[in-house]
């Protein structure tokens, strides 16, 4: 079975500009998760979707932030515009059940 | 809300020694509960969970107890191996997660 998939796995953008993380969840997983894993720190929920609707997004920073997954498959986050504060790893997970999350490789995002 | 309070670190400890990584949490309801575990330079992967109080996780030698009445759920293990070195992680549910353990074993 294929894990998450994530692309691209590092970004180094200048501060002012804009970014997109894209997200393949494993086949037949109708719950995906963003996270931000800042370094030191344990992943923060961003976003997650069930199917293509969103469940919860309460601590997604909504004015520059934002994610999409259409046809209830991939999943793309962005950021626009970006701030130093957001240099972190973002991490995509999928689940089938409640129990169980599967997490991708994660994005390394530098800004500078 | 919710949080999880994990035993700063990091933990260094020598091989076959016992280890025990504190984990404490709050929560409205009684969510699952998890481990994570995340090996030098690979992902998050789930190490063992429960989903109820007294349930007991296991996998790969470590156990974590669901306890309810001291909100803990705390990661043992009898006898460590150099392998085992990596960042632990308590997750509460899916949206909160601890600051993680980073545990080194020597030979």
């Known amino acids: 079975e294929a894990g998450v998939a994530q692309s691209p796995r590092y970004k180094i953008i200048e501060k002012r500009q804009s970014v997109a993380f894209w997200c393949n969840p494993i086949s037949g997983h109708a719950t995906l998760y963003w996270y931000q894993q800042i370094l030191g720190q344990g992943p923060k929920l961003l976003i997650q979707?069930?199917?293509?609707?969103?469940?919860?997004d309460s601590q997604l920073p909504k004015d520059r932030f934002s994610a999409e997954r259409l046809k209830g498959v991939d999943s793309t986050l962005k950021i626009q515009p970006a701030k130093l504060e957001d240099s972190a790893v973002y991490l995509c997970a999928s689940s089938r059940t409640i129990d169980e999350a599967f997490f991708g490789q994660g994005t390394r995002l530098t800004v500078v | 809300g919710n949080s999880v309070t994990q035993m700063e670190g990091p933990v260094t400890l020598s091989e076959e020694a016992f280890l025990t990584i504190n984990c404490t949490y709050t929560a409205t309801g009684y969510p699952s509960l998890f481990w994570y575990v995340q090996y030098p330079g690979e992902g998050l992967q789930l190490l063992l969970k429960a989903t109820k109080a007294d349930d007991k996780g296991s996998n790969k030698g470590f156990e974590a107890t669901y306890r309810k009445e001291t909100t803990s759920f705390h990661l043992e293990k009898g006898s460590v191996q150099v392998s085992d070195s990596a960042v632990y992680f308590c997750?509460?549910?899916?949206?909160?997660f601890g600051d993680g353990t980073t545990l080194t074993v020597k030979p």
């Open positions: 979707f069930q199917n293509n609707g969103v469940v919860d």
């Open positions: 997750a509460s549910g899916k949206s909160t």
